[in-house]
């Protein structure tokens, strides 16, 4: 079957699930406006958006990886070490902009690795990311000798306010970066040919390669979009704190892996689309802040996130098994 029709089949058996979502989510809305009218305050919408922005930003780069196949255990130490590594340099006098371009490279050079152990070198995205996870965290703990940063300082203001405390046209700036990244990468993924790769290696990778496919490179531009997402939310949790700490990123592996499995994109690869990201992110952030105004403990809220993740994905599994028998009668 030709790649682009592959690619099509995939995107619309991800629909299904994300309507599916859609609902919940307007019904998980309804229920805590019930409970709580000041849920629907403008000042905790702001907010609700503002606490979207960085779970949708880091379950795009994980929706990349998922739909190649594979998974980016990583993503969570990166975040961390982008913190890290930005506000140890701006605290040591560098310009924001310069350590901004500083940390982006770091970032970016763990995700060329990721690419490389899985993809070259055949070892499990499992244990390659959990090595570079564990790497990545060292690095965050190391780069300012294991200690969090003291604070970025008032010349770091510009750069707090592009990435936190801004807002333009009413809207945070965390807001409109999240949404601008989002049509960045829905384009390459949904209109380039290699997004078209990229669904292709998570159907069959065996396939794709004899269709021309270069595994390698796909593979990787997958763990880089994954770099480049956490990059940017440890920069915007280090202009939020306006510091770096040395736990910062911790679970947000987790919260990747929600925001994309909610949303319909499969643990097995070669389906999903992005715009169940963003239901799957808000839903996430929905729970939390929801489960927050119903005044449940922070142990009740991982425990109720924790099993819609498991859930989610024992349906998908069971949906993929439920329509393999046919492609291949096919």
Same mark, same amino acid.
């Given at each position: 079957m030709n790649i682009g029709i592959k690619k099509k089949l995939n995107m619309t058996q991800g629909t299904g699930?994300?309507?599916?979502?859609?609902a919940?989510?307007?019904f998980?809305?309804?229920?805590?406006?019930?409970?709580?009218?000041?849920?629907?305050?403008?000042?905790?919408?702001?907010?609700?958006?503002?606490?979207i922005a960085p779970i949708l930003i880091i379950g795009i780069g994980q929706s990349y990886v998922l739909i190649t196949g594979n998974i980016d255990?990583?993503?969570?130490?990166?975040?961390?070490?982008?913190?890290?590594?930005s506000a140890t340099l701006m605290t040591k006098?560098? /310009?924001?902009?310069?350590?901004?371009?500083?940390?982006?490279?770091?970032c970016l050079t763990v995700g060329i690795i990721n690419g490389y152990l899985v993809e070259k070198f055949k070892i499990p995205p499992f244990i390659a990311t959990l090595g570079?996870?564990?790497?990545?965290r060292g690095i965050a703990q190391i780069v300012n000798n294991n200690y969090n940063t003291n604070s970025i300082g008032e010349a770091a203001q510009n750069f707090r306010d592009f990435f936190y405390y801004g807002k333009t046209l009413g809207l945070f700036?965390?807001?409109?970066?999240?949404?601008?990244?989002?049509?960045?990468?829905?384009?390459?993924?949904?209109?380039?040919?290699?997004?078209?790769?990229?669904?292709?290696?998570?159907? /069959?990778?065996?396939?794709?390669?004899?269709?021309?496919?270069?595994l390698l490179s796909t593979v990787t531009k997958a763990f880089l979009v994954s770099a480049f997402c956490a990059c940017v939310v440890g920069l915007i949790q280090c202009a939020s704190a306006g510091m770096g700490a040395m736990d910062a990123g911790s679970t947000y592996e987790m919260y990747a892996v929600a925001a994309s499995v909610i949303g319909g994109v499969s643990t097995l690869g070669g389906q999903g689309i992005l715009i169940g990201t963003v239901i799957g992110a808000s839903i996430w952030a929905v729970l939390q802040n929801g489960l927050q105004f119903a005044g449940a403990p922070v142990a009740i809220r991982n425990i109720v996130i924790g099993c819609i993740v498991v859930i989610s994905v024992l349906l998908d599994i069971v949906v993929r098994n439920r329509s393999s028998p046919q492609r291949i009668n096919k």
């Open positions: 699930q994300v309507l599916t979502v859609t919940g989510l307007v998980l809305c309804i229920v805590f406006g019930i409970i709580n009218p000041s849920f629907f305050s403008g000042r905790n919408i702001s907010n609700l958006l503002r606490q255990l990583s993503i969570g130490s990166v975040v961390g070490m982008s913190t890290m590594i006098g560098i /310009n924001p902009w310069t350590a901004v371009f500083i940390t982006l490279v770091c570079t996870m564990t790497v990545a700036n965390t807001i409109w970066i999240s949404v601008f990244i989002w049509i960045c990468f829905n384009f390459i993924l949904s209109k380039t040919k290699t997004g078209r790769y990229i669904y292709a290696i998570g159907s /069959n990778a065996e396939a794709a390669k004899l269709s021309g496919v270069n």
